[in-house]
Structures are given as C-alpha cells and as structure tokens.
C-alpha cells in the first residue's frame, strides 16, 4: 500500500507539499499539483484516516444508538441521520440496542474507543438516569426522543403529550365518544407521554376511560395485535382506537379482521409517527407525523453544535406533531 512518502518521492515533492495539495491549506502552483495529483492516481493512494485523526483530534465520524434500526420509524431516522452526515461530509456508524442495557454500554464504550466525535443517542430504555453515562461524560451526546434531565446533553424532543391530544382528539372530532388506547410499555417516556395525551383529551371531553380499553403493547406488530385482540375480547368494545406507534396499529388491524370486523366500518383506528408503511396499510392509516428526517438532520446539526462548544448550556428542541388522516378513521355512524 503506498504511503504519502511514495507519492511525494515520485512526484519529486515534499511529504507537506503532498498535505498541502490533499487538504487545500495551502496554494501550490498548478504544475506541482498536478504532479502530485498524477502520482496519487498512478500509485492508487488513499489517505490515512486515522493518521488525520489523531492530527487534529477528529474523525469527522458521528456515532448513533438507535434500539432497533429494523423498525420502520428508528429506520427513517436513521435514513435523515445519514442524509445530513453524506451532505457535510461526515462517516455515521450504527448501533442496534435491542433494548438491552448492557448492549447499550458495550456500543457506547465501542464508540469512544473508536474515537467518534459524538454521538446521537435514540433508545427507549425505561429507568436509564445519569449514571448509565457515566463514563462517557466527556463524550458530546444528543439525545433523541428521550434522555436524563441530569445529563449535559441536548434533548430533541418528540411533544408526545401533545401528539395524543391530538389524535384522540380527531376522533372525538368524528363523533366517537368509546375511545380505547394501545400504549407502549409502562415507565417508557414515549409511551407515557402519549397516553397522558389521551386522558387529557378524554377528560376535557367530560368522558371516562374505561380501563379495559387501555391495554399495553410493545410498539411492535405482535404486542399491537395481542392488545387489540385482548380489547375485542371484552363484553363491550370501543368504537375507536387510539395505537400509540404505527406499528402496533397494523398488528391491531390483523387483529380486527382476524375477529371478522372491517376498519373503519365497526371500528376506527389511528396510530403514531407516520411511518412509510402507514400508506400502504388496507385502509391506509391515520397517523400523527413525527418529521423524521427533520429530527435526523436536527440531531446532526445539534451534535455538531454541541462538538464545537462542549460547554453550552443544555438545549431542549421540541419538535410538533401533526395530524394525517387517511381512511381508517371515520364519522361514527349514528
């Protein structure tokens, strides 16, 4: 493999010459940069990105924990992430969490050692506080859609509350006053957040929340299906629901018709996050946007923020949810 010392000897230059042209820190006249141009490519070298780095104590490579880059909407934010990082010439390495705290310790000790110049953190662990960073309290962070108060690390930040709102209040909206909810699991902020969101909006409607209703899921198709199965089960059932991501949605609506029911004919259904596949679901589904790939390019333009003055004072960056309606959720018929 064939070093700087290769290309400045046959372009018969000097090694800082070479990292002159390379890097463009300094003018050299037309002829010897093309020299050097023309051994760089008769001799196939690429530059160490490792020797640069420890030059001038960057990477340009952002690290990312996402608990799992299967799911579709940790999929599309991921795709922002790396858009924004393509467009300013940084490198992203991807993490998979799984949910598992020690996995997330392991990728983030992988990551430091690998020396990226900050990460992007993007799991929903439940019970997580300061010290599951505690040694990596030098590390630039973003969290997104969630982190410790406690941590000195910006926050982008998904209005949950805000989002359940408003999607059960667009059912509301179409005359359904027996409203049921699919959460996420208990202690998660996402989870909590929104199903805050729907008793809000069912109080300041003068309604009940029937507990049988609320059934919990696992953001996952299955746990969707398994809750709405559970809610069709009862002596009674809603006339709407409310899921609280998309893909427990398309579970639920297996489960409706797995029951010999049509959405939006007995039942109406929204879900959360707008992901792609919410398109193409029978019907197409109402959901409540999460911009994804406004929240992917936000974290890398924060992270970079944060590398350039590690001692900012912590940002919250809110970002607003907005309602699509598609054609499973419909008027009640009276």
């Known amino acids: 493999m064939a070093t700087i010392k290769d290309v400045a000897k046959r372009a018969q230059v000097s090694t800082s010459t070479v990292s002159h042209v390379l890097n463009k820190t300094r003018f050299v006249s037309p002829e010897i940069t093309r020299r050097v141009q023309e051994a760089i490519s008769t001799l196939n070298y690429t530059p160490s990105a490792l020797a640069r780095s420890l030059k001038v104590n960057n990477t340009r490579t952002l690290g990312m924990l996402v608990t799992s880059s299967t799911n579709p909407f940790f999929a599309e934010v991921v795709q922002g992430v790396e858009q924004r990082c393509y467009e300013l010439g940084y490198s992203l390495v991807l993490c998979n969490t799984c949910g598992d705290t020690n996995r997330m310790q392991a990728a983030l000790d992988m990551l430091q050692q690998k020396r990226v110049d900050g990460m992007i953190v993007m799991c929903t662990h439940a019970n997580l506080d300061q010290s599951a960073f505690a040694h990596h309290t030098t590390m630039p962070m973003v969290m997104a859609d969630w982190g410790p108060v406690e941590l000195n690390a910006d926050l982008i930040k ?134 994804k790939a406004i929240l992917g390019a936000l974290a890398v333009d924060a992270l970079l923020e944060r590398i350039h003055h590690p001692h900012a004072a912590r940002r919250v960056l809110p970002l607003s949810p907005s309602l699509v309606i598609r054609e499973s959720s419909a008027r009640l018929a009276i």
């Open 158 to 291: 998904d209005s949950g509350y805000e989002g359940g709102r408003l999607a059960t209040e667009h059912l509301l909206a179409l005359g359904h006053r027996h409203i049921g909810c699919i959460t996420g699991p208990a202690g998660q902020q996402a989870s909590d957040e929104r199903l805050a969101g729907f008793r809000a909006a069912m109080m300041d409607a003068g309604l009940t929340v029937t507990p049988d209703w609320v059934q919990h899921g696992d953001f996952e198709l299955e746990g969707g299906k398994a809750a709405m199965a559970r809610i069709l089960a009862r002596p009674q059932r809603p006339t709407a629901v409310f899921a609280c991501n998309d893909l427990m949605a398309a579970g639920a609506l297996r489960a409706v018709a797995d029951a010999g029911l049509t959405v939006p004919q007995h039942m109406s259904l929204i879900g959360y996050d707008n992901i792609e596949l919410a398109g193409y679901l029978v019907p197409r589904l109402s959901s409540i946007e999460q911009p």
